[in-house]
């Protein structure tokens, strides 16, 4: 807490004063940077106005020649390697059928075993009421 004494009179109000310095950097820096980069662009303008254009047929058959075989290469390799991805894919295809047909196959040999088994149950539980055939003779009483 402040206490003010009101016999005292308030403190001057002094507007406050501010001094703003503004200071320029000198140097010449990036005039020398940007001095250097066009000096290498005439020299590099030059060199390519002083350097021989010569166009020998000699070596534009040679230069269309080495670009087609290039491009032969690289079309064989593509090819090559398309068929190596269908390879692939085909094995893996043929993978899958494969179990499956396993899996077929040993369902179909449970359930034929099942059958099997079932039959065998049912022929033995049922009484042997059927009739004399020359397929199925009576049965011989012991002697």
Known sequence: MTYTDPNIPPPEQRPV??????RERGGAGGWLVAGM???VAVIAVGFLMMRPTSTDPNQLTAAQEQGRQAGLLEGAQGAAQNAQVAAENAAREARTTADQARADTAEAARSAAQSAQDAADRVASSPNDQA????????????
């Open 132 to 143: 004399a055939s020359p397929d199925n003779p009576p049965a011989q009483p012991p002697q």
């Open 17 to 22: 004063e501010r001094h703003v310095e503004i």
């Open 37 to 39: 980069i066009a000096i």
